[in-house]
Every structure is written in C-alpha cells, then in structure tokens.
C-alpha cells in the first residue's frame, strides 16, 4: 500500500549499527556484579550465563512505554546490564558514530569496553548498587569521533550500565539506545545496503 512506502532517492544512507527498539538485547538485573573481573561483561567475547536474558528495549518499567517490563525492579536492585553485539566489515569502520540515549535516570556506555558515555551519574567505577541523578527520560545524542580507536572488523559491542535513582523510591526506570555510523557506507550509486535499516525508514507511517 501507498502508506507503507518512501522515496528511496538516490545514493547511500548512514547505516543504523544499533536500532531503537531492537528485539535483540541481552539485559541483566542488577541484583550483584555483571561480572569478575568487573569490566569484563563490557568486552567482545564475554560469555553470558544464565543470569542474562534477551529483551527488546526499551527495558524498564513505570513509564507504559517498555517493551521489557521489570516490575520487580523496584526494592531489589538499582541498576541493570545491557549487551549488544554488531558486525562491522573490516574494510568499512566508521570514523564517527551518533549515539542516542534515551534513559531514565543514568548510564554509562562503552563499545568494545571504552567508555564513550556518562550521563546523570557519578564519576569512577559504579558498582552493581550504584544509583544515579534524577532525570526523566528524552532521546539525547551525542557524536562520538575517533570511533575507529575502539571499533574492530567483526564482532563489536555496545554495553550500558543503566541506573535507577534509588532502590526502592523511584516509580519509574528506562532504557533504550540507538547507535549510527555517520560514515555512508561504500556503495555505488543508488545499491542497496543489505543488513541495514533503509535509510528513510521511519515510525511515524502516514494513514493507509
């Protein structure tokens, strides 16, 4: 139908590494440490065990607008743990990423375990009962350069740290993260970019 589609136009778009709402990240109550040593659950290769389960974001609860609900969250534990993995073709690394952050109260982001993001909670190393600043959540971008100095050829990973305002006195927590390449991948003219998102891809679809 008519409403479904868009103009492509002509040329490449920026590729999305990481969509919003994406059904394929692994999360893990911050009931103790992700891991020991305490970065390791940041790095490519880190091998999850049964404390991680797989949601789509956004992860969180309170708010009538996740995907994955946490409803015990609330009194057992202030933070959660998020993975996810992307593939990048060792002949097309992007030099400048956008991130977009939506979260409900803080985070902090690293790809490939460099942090590339802190926002609404204390500096230094944050344990697993760590809390964050207060903040309601907007979708906030950041540009990340130099992103070749932290991204491989293959299997990369994007991991959060997202955190609660409190244990037990916040009656809402959120989390969802976007990730784009602002390098144009290297196609002709016109050629499809098959394993990403259509560049004109939107949410917000005129009537049918």
Do not use: C
């Amino acid at each position: 139908m008519g409403g479904s589609w868009r103009e492509s136009g002509a040329g490449s778009h920026n590729p999305v590494l990481v969509a919003a709402a994406d059904d394929n990240w692994r999360y893990r109550k911050g009931t103790s440490e992700a891991s020991s040593p305490i970065n390791a659950w940041r790095h490519p290769g880190f091998e999850e065990d049964a404390s991680w389960l797989v949601g789509r974001t956004p992860v969180g609860y309170g708010d009538g607008d996740d995907h994955t609900e946490l409803l015990d969250m609330p009194n057992n534990y202030s933070s959660v743990y998020l993975r996810h993995e992307f593939v990048l073709p060792p002949n097309a690394i992007p030099q400048s990423l956008t991130l977009r952050v939506y979260v409900d109260d803080g985070a902090v982001v690293w790809i490939n375990g460099t942090e590339v993001a802190r926002m609404y909670v204390p500096a230094g190393e944050l344990v697993y009962n760590a809390t964050a600043n207060n903040h309601n959540a907007v979708w906030e971008e950041l540009v990340l350069n130099d992103a070749a100095n932290y991204l491989v050829g293959g299997t990369n990973v994007i991991a959060v740290h997202a955190l609660n305002v409190s244990l037990g006195g916040s009656s809402d927590f959120s989390i969802d993260v976007e990730l784009t390449s602002n390098d144009p991948p290297p196609t002709t003219l016109g050629m499809p970019t098959p394993g990403f998102r259509n560049g004109v891809w939107s949410a917000a679809a005129p009537p049918q």
